[in-house]
């Protein structure tokens, strides 16, 4: 069965310019949520969809936005990047609406480097 | 404001010497507090959820136990591959999960 699939792996750009991230869920989830992990922070939730809806989302300035496609494939996107936005960002995808029944199953992230 | 606070920030064992890493918490409504494994250059992996105070789960040698303000991940005789930092997390009304900064826990043979 396979996992959840976070692409690419690594990312470099530069300040200013923008970037989208895919995260393909387990098959049969329909929730995906997205995660931004830093050494300071720790993981911070960033938004949750469930069924091409945000359901959730968490203390981000709107440069970043996400969305859900019919098949449960989810892209977010960050605009207008600034160096404090390097992090992991991680995705984890659930059968039902969050983790409190089915529990999250996280990808390996993406890498996202900005110079 | 929800807050999880882990104790110790890392944690050196010898191979077979037992420890326990704490998850302090407070939160408006637990629904849940959840614990993760996660290795280096990977997302984390899903270890335990706990939903009561007085609740216990094991796993191998993972015991994790819940009162109503912490809850403990104890290691029973550590072994290499346990080395890996574990996080917390707990679930209050809303659907997001709110994590601790996460133990670094290195075991040496």
């Known amino acids: 069965k396979a996992g959840v699939t976070q692409t690419p792996r690594y990312l470099i750009k530069t300040r200013g310019q923008q970037v989208t991230l895919s995260c393909s869920p387990i098959?049969?989830?329909?929730?995906v949520s997205w995660y931004q992990q830093t050494p300071g922070q720790g993981l911070q939730f960033l938004f949750e969809?469930?069924?091409?809806?945000?359901?959730n989302k968490g203390n981000f300035p709107g440069r970043f936005s996400g969305r859900q496609f019919s098949n449960s494939r989810s892209e977010m996107n960050v605009s207008t990047l600034e160096l404090g936005d390097s992090a992991l960002y991680l995705c984890?995808?659930?059968?039902?609406?969050?983790?409190?029944?089915?529990?999250?199953?996280f990808g390996s992230g993406t890498r996202l480097t900005v110079v | 404001e929800d807050q999880v606070t882990q104790s110790p920030e890392a944690l050196r064992l010898q191979e077979g010497e037992s420890s326990s890493l704490n998850c302090s918490y407070t939160v408006s409504g637990l629904r849940g507090l959840f614990w993760y494994r996660q290795d280096p250059g990977k997302g984390p992996e899903f270890l335990f959820t706990?939903?009561?105070a007085g609740e216990e789960k094991e796993k191998e040698r993972l015991k994790a136990t819940l009162t109503k303000k912490e809850s403990f991940l104890h290691i029973t005789a550590p072994k290499p591959e346990d080395s890996a930092t574990y996080l917390c997390a707990v679930l209050p009304g809303f659907q997001k999960l709110v994590f601790g900064t996460g133990t670094r826990l290195l075991v040496s043979p």
């Open positions: 098959s049969g989830h329909r929730s």
């Open positions: 706990l939903y009561s």
């Open positions: 969809y469930f069924s091409e809806t945000q359901r």
């Open positions: 984890a995808s659930s059968r039902g609406t969050g983790p409190i029944n089915y529990g999250y199953t």
